[in-house]
């Protein structure tokens, strides 16, 4: 038999509408980490320095990075929803390597996800970044248990994925940073271990407490680039008012097009955020610019 290859080890979400698994599209790496949670049971009766570990508890992760943000909308609202999921991993084969080889170590088990990262980066391709904390017990998969192939995707450029920020926090979001070269969206849901005595076997029970998100976005603290876009776009002096001011302001997510990429089509998602931090480079011989970084401040809306 042939050495396993990454690219036919993949992680696949259950579709409660399709009653079937699939792949989390354009995948570029995945991880599972099964872990047993020890403790030393050495003690006084046992003769000899060695530590002798007994297995106390049983937990499970999973994290995938992908060139996919088309779905964007559907894992913001999955986080958000904090209800778990049912994956599964296995060996995949055909052309597309989506179809399951139902492998010997193919296991699946419900999860949350408890972490997704969005990186917009000028001039790359838009990447996510997905990760998910196991609940409960992991099984073998029945070989009835089928996938379903879904469409090959499409790459997200960076610069047509656009921050737009407000003035405050009753103004429209609707002017972008001017001159940006990066963004990142990144929401975490805290979980908490629930298992207690009532609970049969060693598997950890999760159960989700809070959620918190924050976004941060890289621009040049100006450029030489003839704007002609009639389309207006906050400076770094326009950053320092929202920072000095200390209060929320709206935002949103958006793809862009038109002139110099300022004109939003669909939002992705939107909200209020506080600007926590404001760094501003000047490395010698380099271009000045600044970092924002931003904490959401309430619930985020997922357009619809």
């Excluded at 699939?22 to 320095?49: E, F, Q, R, W, Y």
């Excluded at 379903?148 to 499409?154: A, D, E, F, K, N």
């Excluded at 076997?201 to 998100?213: F, I």
């Excluded at 998602?269 to 401040?297: E, H, K």
Aim: net charge negative; hydrophobic share 40%; proline share 3%.
């Amino acid at each position: 038999m042939a050495t396993l290859k990454g690219q036919n080890f993949r992680i696949c979400i259950f579709d409660s509408t399709a009653e079937k698994y699939k792949v989390i599209g354009m995948a570029t790496g995945c991880t599972v980490t099964l872990t047993n949670n020890t403790d030393d049971a050495s003690h006084k009766d046992i003769v000899g320095a060695a530590a002798m570990p007994t297995v106390t508890s049983k937990s499970w992760q999973l994290s995938c990075d992908s060139l996919d943000v088309a779905d964007a909308a559907a894992m913001l609202t999955a986080i958000k929803s904090m209800s778990p999921m049912t994956l599964m991993w296995d060996e995949t084969s055909t052309s597309d390597n989506q179809t399951r080889a139902k492998a010997t170590f193919a296991r699946k088990g419900s999860a949350y996800l408890n972490d997704v990262t969005f990186n917009f980066n000028d001039r790359e391709n838009s990447t996510k970044s997905l990760q998910f904390q196991g609940t409960g017990p992991l099984q073998t998969v029945a070989a009835s248990e089928a996938t379903q192939v879904i469409p090959l995707g499409s790459y997200t450029k960076g610069q047509f994925v656009r921050l737009f920020l407000g003035s405050d926090n009753t103004a429209a979001p609707s002017t972008v940073i001017a001159a940006a070269k990066s963004l990142s969206l990144h929401v975490s849901l805290t979980l908490e271990d629930a298992t207690t005595k009532d609970t049969a076997g060693d598997w950890q029970v999760q159960e989700p407490t809070a959620l918190s998100y924050d976004i941060s976005t890289g621009a040049l603290v100006r450029s030489s680039e003839t704007i002609t876009s009639a389309v207006g776009a906050k400076s770094l002096a326009d950053l320092e008012t929202i920072y000095e001011a200390g209060t929320p302001v709206k935002w949103k997510i958006a793809n862009v097009g038109g002139d110099n990429n300022r004109t939003a089509s669909s939002t992705i998602v939107s909200g209020s955020v506080i600007l926590s931090q404001l760094a501003i480079n000047g490395p010698n011989r380099q271009n000045a610019d600044y970092t924002a970084t931003l904490n959401g401040y309430g619930d985020y809306t997922v357009a619809a």
